[in-house]
């Protein structure tokens, strides 16, 4: 038993020297020292794991760690990137952080003041934009920003674009062109989000006997598919199926 007391000084030590010898920040320091299990646990996942293992699973356990011990850091080196530089992927990186936070407002201005010069019109911005006006449910201007996407990009793709405007136009009870939107979009949506979301509007609309086809092929095809596709879409399988119940 005394060993273990023993044990854990070593190992807080061991993990001091290496805080100061490899030149991470300080703080871990003072987390060692006062949360010996939890400082240690911490730095061993944000500092020496990726460094053993490497990889994709590596690099989210790093990063889950980093925002749950200072979840504010990637919005300071966003907004730090803004003021030094000032140039379209810093702002579009602050007003994703910004975004994902639910900070509408402050993301919409983050993204209007990119949308300037030779990237006004640029397709990344104004999808953003889209996102954030559809997150403060403004969605007469998510609508615009997302036909002035289109407008001036015609080669631009993307299915979350398409989703977002179908729901966009459903949201404005635009049903008919919603509609519209969800069918062309559904069967090449890699998700099962998009045939839930038009199942949901056909029985809306009253076409109780096309909802429930669809949302019985989604199903179908689900079983078929490997596990970890459920396991991803659980949210919208069992929506659905809780819709044909």
Same mark, same amino acid.
């Given at each position: 038993?005394?060993?273990?007391?023993?044990?854990?000084?070593?190992?807080?030590? &061991? $993990?001091?020297?290496?805080?100061?010898?490899?030149?991470?920040?300080?703080?871990?320091?003072?987390?060692? /020292?006062?949360?010996?299990?939890? &400082?240690?646990?911490?730095?061993?996942?944000?500092?020496?794991?990726?460094?053993?293992?490497?990889?994709?699973?590596?690099?989210?356990?790093?990063?889950?760690?980093?925002?749950?011990?200072? #979840?504010?850091?990637?919005?300071?080196?966003?907004?730090?990137?803004?003021?030094?530089?000032?140039?379209?992927?810093?702002?579009?990186?602050?007003? %994703?952080?910004?975004?994902?936070?639910?900070?509408?407002?402050?993301?919409?201005?983050?993204?209007?003041?990119?949308?300037?010069?030779?990237? %006004?019109?640029?397709?990344?911005?104004?999808? &953003? $934009?889209?996102? @954030?006006?559809?997150?403060?449910?403004?969605? /007469? @201007?998510? =609508?615009? /920003?997302?036909? =002035?996407?289109?407008? !001036? !990009?015609?080669?631009?793709?993307?299915?979350?674009?398409?989703?977002?405007?179908?729901?966009?136009? %459903?949201?404005?009870?635009?049903? %008919?062109? *919603?509609?519209?939107?969800?069918?062309?979009? *559904? #069967?090449?949506?890699?998700? /099962?989000?998009?045939?839930?979301?038009?199942?949901?509007?056909?029985?809306?609309?009253? !076409?109780?006997?096309?909802?429930?086809?669809?949302?019985?092929?989604?199903?179908? &095809?689900?079983?078929?598919? #490997?596990?970890?596709? =459920?396991?991803?879409?659980?949210?919208?399988?069992?929506? *659905?199926?809780?819709?044909?119940?």
């Amino acid at each position: 038993m005394y060993l273990i007391p023993i044990l854990s000084l070593l190992v807080q030590a &061991g $993990l001091i020297v290496h805080v100061i010898k490899t030149g991470r920040n300080m703080i871990w320091i003072w987390a060692i /020292a006062l949360l010996p299990l939890v &400082g240690s646990l911490a730095y061993a996942a944000v500092e020496l794991l990726p460094q053993l293992m490497g990889g994709r699973t590596a690099r989210r356990a790093q990063t889950g760690v980093r925002r749950m011990l200072d #979840p504010d850091r990637a919005l300071r080196q966003a907004s730090a990137e803004v003021e030094i530089s000032g140039n379209v992927d810093a702002r579009r990186r602050l007003a %994703e952080e910004l975004l994902e936070r639910g900070q509408f407002d402050q993301a919409i201005e983050v993204y209007e003041g990119g949308l300037r010069g030779i990237f %006004e019109h640029d397709p990344t911005l104004l999808l &953003g $934009l889209a996102r @954030a006006q559809y997150g403060k449910q403004d969605f /007469a @201007a998510a =609508r615009a /920003a997302l036909e =002035r996407l289109t407008a !001036n !990009n015609p080669d631009f793709k993307s299915l979350d674009g398409q989703l977002l405007y179908a729901r966009t136009l %459903e949201a404005q009870d635009a049903l %008919e062109e *919603a509609e519209c939107a969800y069918a062309a979009l *559904a #069967p090449g949506f890699p998700g /099962a989000e998009a045939r839930l979301r038009y199942g949901l509007l056909l029985k809306r609309r009253g !076409n109780l006997a096309e909802a429930r086809r669809v949302l019985k092929d989604l199903l179908d &095809g689900a079983r078929l598919g #490997p596990a970890h596709y =459920r396991k991803a879409q659980a949210q919208w399988l069992e929506r *659905a199926r809780r819709e044909l119940s």
